[in-house]
């Protein structure tokens, strides 16, 4: 893109990066929402191979350029740095020098990076508000460790509170118990988050729906089948041929499980072929309900190719998922055997239920919200749910048995009620902590009555 204003300052940048860009040059007010930047800028869609005669001519001609590239080492820098200097081209080029060379860069990375090249090359560009806004950054941080006192423990990256692709991590866990440990062959996808604790799930990725076609490298070393897992959106972007096509052409034995949620949702939810229709999500009465069966796409392509073994199973249903697991492991049948795990994304659910149970409520209809909870008189505090789960909702509180020292397990504010840690309960037999509780707004007269006789009856048996 040629700047509008300051057309002789580049901006190189990994496309990846780009929106956070914009966002940054926004703080200087150098960009509008729509990319419109007075800063000229080149977007690395792909970054690698580069292509030299792009990069050069867009150095040519400029006071100077400012690299933004993730990741250390600076590899795009070295490349440009040479090119440039083949050419004898004297373009000041700027990069880690000015950003940091690891961590994430966020907005207020980039415009840290930013202000420094700015001030270098065009310090009129620079509004005194942005310099102000980044300040008044530090100082805040600065008030707020001062509040906490104590850093805030980290918390690892997990999957959504109610995603689908959890309970099948459990069920795995549990039918290894059985099976013993496989090799599992993991892919890009939120299921990569399985790779963290309580599951650890995941010895190699090698690839966006790669999984399948790089276990073949593996397998034959093996003493059990190995497990490929990989996203419906994986499977449409490369899963389809350069893995399934070829395990059945290869007749090899081979165990794939497709997570059939409808969306490509490590990168936002973008709709893919099997995304459930607009029309149905219209359709559908209950909002709450996953709309993942509603294309059976998957299926019918997985049977037209030629894949004879072949089971559908709802994700939230652990010990069916878990026997669907065994079986694959341990059957007599040589060949594919496909597990497509059907549970549509949380994420876009919540995006449909929250405005329409909001509607409802503000209508003055009746609004039925789901959540689960631990009864604290039960949970003998072993935590064992919290390992077969990791659902950010199911965590810890202090034992209001003042005899018991060990933390008894809870469910706060956030939970969807999506019920896995009830199935898990009810899976692994674990305990009969777990209850399901029906929030009620605007209910019916019938409803009030059958409440207030259920609050009578329970005073009553209540000891005194
Ligand atoms: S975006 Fe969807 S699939 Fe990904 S972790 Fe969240 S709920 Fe799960
Ligand atoms: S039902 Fe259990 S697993 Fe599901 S969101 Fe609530 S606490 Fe988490």
Known sequence: FQGTTHADLGLVVQGGLYN???????????????????????????????????????????????LLEEGQPEYIEQELALMLRRLDLQTPVHGKDMLPSGGEYTAEVMADGLLKFLDKHRPSAIPESSRNWLQSNVQRRKQVQAMLGAPIPARPPSMCVGCPE????????????????????????????????????????LGYGMSLASRAGVSPLMKRRVLSVMGDGGFWHNGLLTGVQSALFNGDDAVLLIFKNGY????????????????????????????????????AT?????????????????????ATLTEAFTTDFQGLKVIVAEGECQL???????????????????????KY??????????????????????????????LKVDPVATVIDGCVGCGLCGENAHAATLCPSFYRAEIVQNPKLTERLFGRLQQAITRFLQPA
């Open 20 to 66: 956070t860009l914009i966002r940054a040059l926004q703080q200087f007010d150098l960009s509008d929402a729509f990319g419109v930047s007075r800063l000229s800028i080149l977007v690395l869609n792909v970054t690698y191979p580069l292509v030299p005669a792009e990069l050069t001519n867009f150095c040519k001609g400029k006071t100077a350029v400012l």
């Open 166 to 205: 959890r309970p099948v991590f459990s069920a795995l866990k549990l039918a290894q118990e059985t099976v013993g440990p496989v090799h599992v062959s993991g892919d890009i996808g939120c299921h990569a988050l399985a790779t963290f604790e309580p599951f650890s799930v995941g010895h190699s990725i």
């Open 264 to 299: 490509t949702s490590a990168t936002g939810t973008q709709d893919i072929i099997n995304t459930p229709s607009e029309a149905d999500k219209d359709a559908s009465p209950d909002k709450r309900q996953s709309l993942a069966h509603t294309s059976k796409v998957i299926e």
């Open 302 to 322: 997985l049977e037209g190719l030629g894949v004879k073994w072949l089971r559908t199973v709802h994700t939230y249903e652990v010990a069916h998922m878990q």
């Open 348 to 370: 876009e659910r919540q995006r449909r239920i929250k405005p329409w149970l909001a509607q409802l409520k503000a209508s003055g209809q009746r609004a039925l919200r789901v």
């Open 373 to 402: 909870g631990v009864d604290e008189d039960v949970c003998n505090g072993d935590h064992a749910c919290i390992r077969l789960s990791g659902c950010p909702t199911l965590t810890l509180k202090d034992n209001p048995d003042p």
